[in-house]
C-alpha cells in the first residue's frame, strides 16, 4: 500500500484517540511533522532492505509494508516501543540507541553473504550525538557496509534542546560521512503519549 502524509497523519490520530480512551496501557510514541521527509526516505528503500529503528516508529513500519491491522494490535497491546516483525525485517527498541550495534552487525553479515539487501537504521538527533552512534558510523565506513545512518532530527532530546545541551547544532557534531542521512523537523505531539492524562 502507499501511503501519503494525510494517511500517517490519521494513523496516529487513531492511536491518540484510543489511547485517551484507555484501550493502550502502555506509553506511546507519536510521529508527526515529517510525513514529507520519511515518505522521501523510504521511496529509496526495497521491500527486502532491514530496518532498525527507534521507539517513534509506527510511521516506518507502514511505509516498510506492515500490515495496517497487524501493527495497530500491536500498540494496542503495548508494544508501541518494541514494534518488530521478523518477517518484513523490521526491529525496533526502546534502548536509546540500542539498535545501532544490531544494525551494523546485520550489514555486516550481509556483505559477508554477499547479499543484495541494504539496512536502514533510524535514530534522533541526541542519540546521533552518542559514542555508539559515531562508533557505528566509522565501522560501517571502514569495512563499507551496506548500511544508511537516518537521523531524525526534531531538536530534542525528551524536552531538551539539543543544541542547548552540546552548545553547538546538531550538524556540527555528527561524524563526516556519506552514510548518514538527516532530516530537520518540528514534533506535533508531545515526546510520549498524547497529551492528555489518563486513568486506567
Known sequence: MTYTPDDLIAFEKEVARRFENGE???PVHLSGGNEKEIISIFKEIDDADWIFCTY????A??????????????????????????GYRFLTSAIVGGMLPIAVGVAAALQRCGEAQQVWVFVGDMAATTGIFHEAVHYADG???PIQFVVEDNGLSTDSPTQACWGRPLQHLLPVSSRIRRYTYTRVWPHVNSGKWIDF
Open 56 to 59: 517513534r516508529s509506527h510511521y
Open 24 to 26: 493502550i496501557r502502555a
Open 143 to 145: 569495512h563499507d557496509l
Open 61 to 86: 513500519a507502514l511505509l516498510h509494508g506492515i500490515p495496517r491491522d497487524w501493527l495497530m494490535a500491536q500498540i494496542l497491546a503495548g508494544k508501541s516501543m518494541i514494534l518488530s516483525h521478523p
